[in-house]
Structures are given as C-alpha cells and as structure tokens.
C-alpha cells in the first residue's frame, strides 16, 4: 500500500479558486495510511475468496488505498459452493434468531459508525454528512426487517376452494443463494443494506462489490458476522464487472443489481436464460417541481439537498428542475445563492458539504455535459468548472439554464453535480415535461397544499415521489416500497416486496373428509350440480 500521508489534508488547505466554492477548513488531520492499515486490510479480507490480487483507491489523491483478493471464476464457483453448504444450515435457523442478528448489527453500527465513515470518506470521496446517510438507512433497514421479519415470513392461510373443508397455507421459502451485484456510490447502503432482508429470510449471498468501494463493504461483512451471521453466509467476491459480474448471475438462485441501465440489461437477460429472477435499480433522470404556491426558501434548500447530496452520484438525486414561470426569479435567487456557498473539501470530519466524485470517469462525464451544453447555448448560473485546487476529481456544483435536444446533459444521466433548470406556466405542461424520459425512479414536487401536491405526485411516473422532499423521505421509509419504473428497472426494495422477492412461495392445501370429485354414490352429471350450486352460493356469500 503506498503511503498518503499528504493526501487528505492537504488537499483541503488548498486556496479556494476566485469566485468559486468556498473550500471548507480541514477539521480532522488524519490520513487514508492512518486509516486503511495493513491490520485492518488483513482483518476485512480474512476468508474472501480470491487468487488473484487487485487494489483499490482514494478519489481524493487517487492513491492506493489496499490491495485485495481478487477472484478468478473458478474462485466464484468455489463461493457459491460454500455459501450453499452454509445456507442449508441457515435455513432451519427460526426466523426469529436469524433476524435478531439484524437487530444486533443495528446497535454495533450505531456505536462504531465512526469506523464506517471513514472508510466511506476514503473511498467516495463523499462529504461525512453525506456518508452518515449510509448509517441512517441501514440502520433503518436493520431495524425494520429485524422487527418484520418474522411478520412479513410467517405462514399465512388463505380461504380454501371448499371453505372449512379446503385448509390452505402460504408458506415462505428461501431461494438458496442471492447474487448481488453492488455499485460504488452507495458501499454501504447498497451492500449490506440490500442483503439484510435476504439473510432475514433464510438465504446465503455471494456479492460482488465495485473494487474501489470493497473495503466499505468488507467492514458490514466483518460487523455483521460480528453479530451473528456465520461466516460461510456472506462471501464476497471481486475483480473486473465483464469477469466476475456474470460469473455470479451464473451461479445464483435470485439475483439484485444496482448500476446502469445499460448493465442492467446485459444482467437481466443472462438471469433469464437461466429462469432465475432478478431485481434491478438501475438509472434515472429524476425531475423536481417547484409549483406557483411553493414556499420558493425550502424550495431552494430542498433542491440543494437533492441535487448535490453525494456529489450528484445518487441514483435518486434530481437531475430537473422545473419552476413555476411565477417564482422562477425568486427561487432560481435563492437555489443559485445556497450553491455557491456550498463549501467543498476533503477532510474525514463534519464540515463541508460537498465532496469529491468517484471516479475520473464520473469527472469527464460531468465535464462533457457541462462544456456541450455551454457551447450549444446553455447559461451556468452556478458552478461550473473542475476544481482541482482541492483534489483530482472534485467538480462544482452547477447550475443551468437554456439546456434543450440535443444536448447530452438534457435527456442523459450526468451522475455528478450538474442540475438543469426549466420554466414552466402550468401543471399540465410540468406533469408533461417531468414525464418525458424513458426512466422513472425518483420525482419531487414543493407546494404549501399537501393535498394538491400527492394529487400531482400520482401523475407523475416515477416509483417513489417525495411532497416537500427531495428523496429521503420516500427512500427513508423502509416500510414501503422503493423502486423505478421504465428504464429505471424492476422490482423493489424495502416493504413487503423487499423481503418477499428473496423467497419462493409454497401454497400446501389440505383437503379433509370429502374428495374434489364425484363420491357417495353421485355420478358426473349429479357432482356437476352439485358443484355449481356451490359456486353460485359461494358468490352470493361474498366470499373471494
């Protein structure tokens, strides 16, 4: 591991560029070597399959952060045969226990979060108070199935094709083996959060973290069975996405993915080929509504959060922004003023309130889109410029306008911190306007009439749609469901849906005293009779 002992603070002292972001002070001194230590590499990694070796970095300097295991796919076969071995014990565990270790990993995450954040900061790049989102939803989800497991799993008996005579029960059963596939700008959250439900529910998971992000990923696993998961349960893999990310579709009973679109598609298709089903969140051009009756100063606080939080890299965050031609001037005003003051930095403590992107890719995607769109006409209101005075990968947050067809950064997915902005003169045009994308994960509206607002949230085709929120609310609420529509994927987490998919349902029926069939002397034409005259009795009782 090379020594970054410069890198963290450093980089945050740097002075700030004329007229830009302001950069916040450095709070914390520490460095990515203080933090990413050989012990700890050799504690996270301890049982990972993997004869290979690969390594991940810092976003901040793009230094090495650790060298890790990386696996060959004779490696992920080799997994998925000791996570199978470990689920078929795991299965006759009582439903009760397997989700107390949920609820056992809630508290040891609450008390040593510290530890998390950290490696988040290291290997996002994120702002700390964007990391502890992270800790907020997982603990949510911990919390959540750790209490509704054994509800959401129990058996349940449904009304017989005879009722009293017909006795029928729906049982649940896990699938055996969930692959998961996991992105990098959530490690945390994506990670674990997602395989809590699938461990609560009997199974075994075999994931594949984005390198970069593993040691995030490895410190759950390493908490969690610190908790109580055995540790055959949970293998993780890694290496390349074209290597190793089909070799897992290829072994799994059930499989989630989180990513792009594009991937999520190739991931679809080869799940499949193998009828194995599978749940993909996958891209999204979410849009926010700031109506004539909005209050235009948590409008604007609301549109920082949602279009800055984490960068931008947020499958959720707000790419749109369409204003009420009537208070465009003063919310645009306000919106513009709170971007510019957004302080950037590096330092592992709270303070600033944007961080860095992820990944140098990330970084020329948000630089192309913003240069296209200035070229073919677009204005910045806000932002708009690389800042490397402050570390590699770090870009402003940015605010347009003027952007239309055919600019990229008009219909595609940025993924960074770049925000458009559009007028508008009434709901019908705004409803039209929002519904326009092939995806639909995540909307926004902001309105002083509640009523008004979750009457327009039902137009607009997006799976989760926050009134006077940007997304936290929706995403925060473990108990319903959270998901896209179009090409923002299938399938949900969170709620029912978000423990039931990881497992097959099972109806046992038990008929008792009579046959469904002709008996006690009645030929066929007599059973037929007899038959619909129950069925019409059946219907004039009400009964389903």
Request: charged letters at 25%.
């Amino acid at each position: 591991m090379t020594d970054s002992r410069h890198s963290t603070a450093v980089a945050a002292q740097a002075p700030a560029v004329p007229g830009g972001n302001p950069v916040a002070p450095a709070k914390d001194t520490r460095t990515a070597a203080d933090v990413v230590t050989p012990e700890l590499v050799a504690r996270l990694t301890r049982g990972v399959t993997g004869s290979g070796t690969t390594a991940n970095h810092t976003p901040f300097t793009e230094e090495e952060l650790a060298r890790l295991p990386e696996a060959t796919p004779e490696d992920v076969a080799t997994a998925f045969a000791r996570a199978r071995e470990a689920q078929r014990r795991w299965a006759d565990v009582p439903v009760r226990r397997r989700a107390d270790v949920l609820l056992r990993f809630h508290d040891l995450l609450l008390s040593r979060q510290s530890e998390v954040l950290d490696l988040i900061q290291l290997e996002t790049g994120k702002a700390r108070l964007h990391a502890h989102e992270e800790v907020q939803a997982v603990a949510v989800a911990a919390r959540h199935y750790g209490r509704g497991a054994p509800a959401y799993l129990r058996p349940k008996a449904h009304t017989g094709v005879l009722p009293l005579l017909t006795k029928v029960t729906e049982l649940r059963r896990p699938r055996g083996v969930v692959g998961q596939i996991a992105p990098w700008n959530y490690p945390l959250e994506l990670s674990v959060g997602d395989a809590l439900p699938a461990f609560a529910a009997g199974n075994a998971v075999v994931m594949k973290p984005d390198t970069e992000t593993a040691l995030t990923a490895l410190w759950a696993r390493d908490l969690l069975i610190e908790a109580g998961l055995p540790e055959e349960l949970w293998q993780v893999v890694l290496g390349e996405g074209p290597v190793v990310g089909p070799e897992v579709v290829a072994h799994a009973d059930y499989v989630t993915f989180t990513g792009s679109t594009r991937t999520g598609r190739d991931v679809a298709q080869r799940a499949a080929a193998r009828l194995v089903g599978a749940s993909l969140e996958l891209g999204g051009k979410n849009a926010m509504l700031v109506l004539r009756d909005a209050d235009v100063e948590k409008a604007a606080a609301g549109a920082v959060r949602g279009c800055f939080s984490t960068a931008g890299q947020l499958c959720i965050s707000i790419e749109r922004l369409y204003v009420h031609r009537a208070v465009a001037d003063a919310f645009l005003e306000r919106f513009t003023a709170r971007t510019r003051a957004l302080r950037l930095g590096t330092s592992l403590a709270y303070g600033a309130d944007m961080g860095s992107l992820t990944s140098r890719r990330q970084l020329e995607t948000v630089v192309r889109h913003v240069e296209e769109a200035v070229a073919k006409g677009a204005t910045v209101l806000a932002g708009g410029r690389p800042r490397p005075d402050i570390g590699p990968l770090f870009h402003e947050p940015t605010v347009l306008e003027g952007v239309e067809p055919p600019m990229a950064v008009c219909a595609e997915e940025t993924f960074g911190p770049v925000v458009s902005v559009y007028r508008f003169d009434d709901e019908d045009e705004a409803v039209r306007l929002a519904n326009a994308t092939p995806y639909g994960l995540n909307a926004s509206v902001w309105t002083r009439d509640g009523r008004r607002g979750r009457e327009m949230a039902g137009r607009l085709r997006a799976g989760t749609v926050n009134v006077n929120e940007a997304y936290a609310a929706a995403y925060g609420s473990a108990a319903a469901p959270m998901g896209g529509m179009g090409e923002s994927g299938i399938g949900r987490r969170h709620g029912a849906e978000g423990i039931l998919k990881f497992t097959e349902a099972q109806t046992v029926a038990h008929q008792r005293l009579v046959p469904l069939a002709p008996s006690f002397g009645l030929d066929d034409a007599a059973y037929a009779r007899l038959m619909t005259g129950g069925l019409r009795a059946l219907k004039a009782l009400r009964l389903r």
